[in-house]
């Protein structure tokens, strides 16, 4: 596979439930993010992490917790999410050399009832 | 604080018609740099260009091309002979220079280019 993948593409959940967000990339980057994009507003960023450190945090609701174990992966755990955090989550890779290129997966809808 | 607007939410043209997508930026930094993406309707947005605030020189690429102008603080994107391809929705952005790259998207333009 190449570029960056994100799974799973849908997801429906209650305000109830726990679940997982994934994102690999292929493209041997050193930075990650989650960007949320809905309707009629700016993509929002959420969390970057460069180096596997976390070193932005868009002032997110504690729901929304962020996992990134190596420089391939990216997770957005979800908890008692509310039904305004309907969305489609990007995730996103560049690379220090490439300012602002950044390269993103196709996207992850999330519905919450 | 950064910010970018673009003014037009909707543009509909046909096909072979020309069209401008405006952006405005708001940026206290004196380096920064700018960006177009376009998002298909399969979702992920592709890169087309970055703009370093020291060059205002004109781009073209086939047949896009951009116009920077500092003095009004605009970066505006041209689709000559527009197609089909075309339809999608286009991002402006704005980052900072330097560390890892803070980008602040626009609204987005959506462009539906009609046969």
């Known amino acids: 596979e190449t570029g960056v993948t994100q799974t799973p593409r849908h997801l429906v959940m209650g305000m109830t439930n726990k679940k997982s967000l994934k994102c690999e990339q292929h493209?041997?980057?050193?930075?990650m993010y989650w960007y949320k994009q809905s309707a009629k507003k700016p993509l929002e960023l959420m969390f970057v992490y460069s180096l596997e450190e976390r070193v932005e945090n868009n002032s997110v609701p504690s729901r929304f917790s962020p996992e990134c174990p190596n420089s391939s992966h990216l997770f957005l755990h979800l908890h008692t999410l509310q039904p305004e955090d309907s969305a489609l989550y990007l995730c996103?890779?560049?690379?220090?050399?490439?300012?602002?290129?950044?390269?993103f997966g196709e996207g992850s809808r999330l519905t919450v009832l | 604080a950064q910010k970018v607007t673009q003014a037009q939410t909707e543009i509909s043209v046909v096909e072979k018609e020309d069209v401008t997508l405006d952006c405005v930026y708001e940026?206290?930094?004196?380096?920064?740099?700018l960006f177009w993406y376009k998002q298909p309707p399969s979702g992920e947005l592709v890169f087309l260009i970055r703009?370093?605030?020291?060059?205002?020189q004109n781009e073209i690429s086939g047949r896009y091309s951009w116009n920077f102008q500092k003095s009004t603080s605009s970066f505006n994107f041209t689709i000559t002979a527009s197609q089909v391809v075309d339809s999608a929705v286009y991002f402006c952005?704005?980052?900072?220079?330097?560390?890892?790259?803070?980008?602040?998207f626009g609204t987005g333009t959506k462009l539906q280019v009609i046969p």
């Open positions: 952005a704005l980052s900072e220079t330097g560390g890892y790259q803070k980008v602040t």
């Open positions: 703009r370093n605030s020291f060059d205002e």
């Open positions: 493209l041997g980057h050193n930075a």
């Open positions: 940026t206290r930094d004196t380096t920064y740099y």
């Open positions: 996103a890779s560049s690379q220090a050399s490439s300012p602002g290129e950044l390269f």
